[in-house]
């Protein structure tokens, strides 16, 4: 019998693509927006239920894995370590009353790269330790979509938290080799919207930077010249994204989830053009065969929204593995931790004073189990 998942916050189904390709199946979705839920509705059948903040976790059928690209929020009582409790009137706060009603097997999360610096690192720590609290082990890692055969420099943060107290190994995702755009661009179409050469300026030697991005030129547009050193306006503050031009030689950028007009230019066979929606839907990993819907800035819309398929596919791969393969959970061992020592006394429920004796050490007592320690820890 396949293990079963819910999609929470499917928007157009990417994760569920992944994980069904592993032979997971889907048994209950959620997602607020109309658009994301009438297309998902045309390629899988099913009408996601809406606003997950209205859905009681008793009307949720029975699941395995708790599948959530969940919107960053901070949590309001920033660093009181008061865990589930901080995490009150955000998304994430529904992620966990339903996984304290229904102890899923495994949870994975996906966030935006910038997650792990959220709030000065606190969100995802509150996420952690939220999950630890209720009896999961989790690791976290960023993952990049052009190492999953898909030519977008896309970073995402991945959470995967298991009931088994398994540590999931992010080095077993097997990673495939990095192509440039121009595998995957259209060749027959009619319609490309070219820019005419007034329209564009090309740098001299572009350079294929270390993300695989290759910068190839800007857009004429009226730019905000004052206050900007000479031949760095093309990278000034207010040139941003929807302006620059990147060469099909290497990856595009990131498709950005505020982007309604699909302004992402290409320098391909001497010319410049916009990408094509089915272009942008490639990048993400979805096949041709995807129903599109709606109108173009919803579809542009929608997909930056997206998590790349091919990646989540890879992952579902190694949930299968390591955290639903009995062989590999009998032979589990934990692998010994660096604990700081503040989760050193969280783990060992250890009751805690810190004295701070000045800006950088304190002195930190502690009773644990009727011992007495006194650190200093020196910043
Ligand atoms: C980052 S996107 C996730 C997209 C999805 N992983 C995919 O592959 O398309 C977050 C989604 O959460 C949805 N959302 C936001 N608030 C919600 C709520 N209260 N209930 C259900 N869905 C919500 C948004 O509409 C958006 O589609």
Known sequence: MSAKFIDLFSGIGGFRLGFE???FQCVFSSEIDEHAKKMYCENFGDKPFGDITKISEKDIPKFDILLGGFPC??????GEKKGFNDTRGTLFFDIVRIVKHHKPKVVVLENVKH???HDKGNTLKV???TLEQIGYETSWQLLNAKDFGVPQNRERTIIIASLDKIEFDFKKIIKKPTFSLKEI???ENNNFEYLKKSEYTLIENPKKQPSGLIFAGYRNKKIRQKGVRENTEHLSRVHKQPNRIYSSEG???TLSSQESSGRYFIYHNK???????KECYRLMGFSDNLKLIGTQ???????????????VEAIAKQVNEQLFNEKHLLQYKPQPKQLNMYDYLLENQTIYMAEKIHNKSFHLTAYASGDFKRYTHKA
């Open 271 to 277: 010319k410049v053009r916009k990408l094509t929606l």
């Open 185 to 187: 661009l259209e060749t």
């Open 297 to 311: 800035s919803k579809l542009y819309n929608r997909v930056g929204n997206s998590i790349v398929v091919p990646m």
């Open 73 to 78: 929020q901070p949590f309001s009582i920033a």
């Open 127 to 129: 996420v952690l330790s």
């Open 251 to 253: 990856t595009n950028p």
């Open 21 to 23: 390709s592993q032979g």
């Open 115 to 117: 997650f792990k610096n």
